[in-house]
């Protein structure tokens, strides 16, 4: 009932920039959060960045600073400026969607896109 699709990734030397973007689409009348976790080779999944329905915003402190994660302007997507990168952003990255209301009154915990590579090299 919740579809994300990302884009936006790709191979960029240290220090350079990216934009990723996300767009969610389904049978969703709301949703708590929204926002970005990322997973490198052979490392748990972690969180990126995520901004809630009230509109705060959440970073890991390795990102603080260099990324930056806002609303797009259609509804219900989400970008995420990424600047001054470095080796250690190399991963692939997925747009999350948390506790999604159905009409029903249901919820969906967690709801996962299919990642898009960022890879950060010379």
């Known amino acids: 009932q919740v579809q994300l699709v990302e884009s936006g990734g790709g191979l960029v030397q240290p220090g350079g920039s990216l934009r990723l973007s996300c767009a969610a689409s389904?049978?969703?009348?709301?949703?708590?959060?929204m926002g970005w976790y990322r997973q490198a080779p052979g490392k748990q999944r972690e969180l990126v960045a995520y901004?809630?329905?009230?509109?705060?915003?959440n970073y890991a402190d390795s990102v603080k600073g260099r990324f930056t994660i806002s609303r797009g302007n259609a509804k219900n997507t989400v970008n995420l400026q990424m600047n001054s990168l470095k080796p250690e952003d190399t991963a692939v990255y997925y747009c999350?969607?948390?506790?999604?209301?159905?009409?029903?009154?249901?919820?969906?915990?967690?709801?996962w896109g299919q990642g898009t590579q960022v890879t950060v090299s010379s």
């Open positions: 389904g049978n969703f009348v709301s949703f708590a959060t």
């Open positions: 999350n969607l948390g506790l999604a209301l159905l009409p029903d009154g249901r919820r969906i915990v967690s709801s």
């Open positions: 901004f809630t329905a009230g509109n705060t915003t």
